[in-house]
């Protein structure tokens, strides 16, 4: 499994509420769909952070982030909207003790939103046993744990990733991120796959799931294995089984 993506299992399994960090400078291109769907089959709950908001203007962002909901704007640099958040989270959470997952792109400012929630020198942070370096547990007062995650990739990474495994430039199994790979290719041949491998899921991460479930490829707890059902899409795909 891809790094990034091993972030994201451990934090979906830790944690009870994923805040997703955008900049209100580019609120759709900041946003991770696959992250998105992925948090939402896992029931976990989902608050988007609209950052940076002193950089545009008001009216605007909040236009642009109408249908993201529920939503909090800060700007963490210049400390506006941290306390709106801090109680968001704790009514989320009803007031108790809450596990909060921190996921973004690069640079859309996830370490100064934790600075500004921990405040300076308030934060505790520890690898956590499993996690890779970069993954940081900060404790934000007596209620609030937060885990942060490296930033994701960013679409023109994907992109090529997607296309050096589907054309066969790179092997099946050196492909550095299998599970955005095979996603991109589902997401191009939906039917095709699901006919080869008799599923029919409605998107790209519920096809994968079923194929792994389906082949028996299955994590802990009975989940499916994602990372090993993307390898063998990618095989069967450069090996021209999946016609």
């Known amino acids: 499994m891809s790094t990034f993506w091993k972030h994201v299992h451990n934090?979906?399994?830790?944690?009870?509420?994923?805040?997703?960090?955008?900049?209100?400078?580019?609120?759709?291109e900041t946003r991770n769909r696959e992250v998105e769907a992925k948090i939402r089959r896992s029931g976990k709950k989902l608050?988007?952070?609209?950052?940076?908001?002193?950089?545009?203007?008001?009216?605007?962002?909040?236009?642009?982030?109408?249908?993201?909901?529920?939503?909090?704007?800060?700007?963490?640099?210049?400390?506006?909207?941290?306390?709106?958040?801090?109680?968001?989270?704790?009514?989320i959470s009803h007031g108790e003790k809450i596990v909060v997952g921190i996921v973004g792109y690069p640079n859309v400012g996830k370490s100064s939103l934790i600075n500004a929630l921990a405040g300076r020198g308030a934060a505790g942070t520890s690898p956590e046993s499993g996690f890779t370096k970069g993954m940081q547990k900060i404790r934000v007062g007596t209620k609030i744990m937060l885990f942060d995650t490296p930033g994701v990739f960013p679409k023109k990474e994907k992109k090529d990733h997607f296309l050096h495994a589907k054309i066969g430039v790179v092997d099946y199994g050196k492909v550095k991120d299998p599970e955005t790979a095979a996603l991109g290719l589902i997401e191009e041949n939906k039917e095709?796959?699901?006919?080869?491998?008799?599923?029919?899921?409605?998107d790209a991460e519920e096809v994968l799931e079923q194929i792994a479930l389906k082949?028996?490829?299955?994590?802990?707890?009975?989940?499916?294995?994602?990372?090993?059902?993307?390898?063998?899409?990618?095989?069967?795909?450069?090996?021209?089984?999946i016609k």
Request: overall charge positive; hydrophobic content about 40%.
């Open 11 to 28: 934090v979906l399994y830790k944690a009870e509420l994923i805040i997703e960090v955008l900049d209100a400078r580019a609120v759709e």
């Open 47 to 91: 608050l988007y952070v609209i950052n940076k908001c002193d950089l545009v203007d008001q009216k605007e962002v909040e236009k642009n982030a109408k249908n993201l909901q529920p939503s909090v704007f800060i700007s963490s640099t210049e400390h506006l909207g941290t306390t709106i958040l801090k109680k968001k989270i704790l009514e």
């Open 192 to 202: 095709i796959i699901n006919k080869h491998y008799q599923v029919n899921g409605d």
């Open 215 to 241: 082949k028996n490829f299955l994590l802990a707890g009975k989940k499916p294995n994602t990372h090993e059902a993307a390898r063998l899409v990618l095989k069967e795909w450069q090996g021209r089984k």
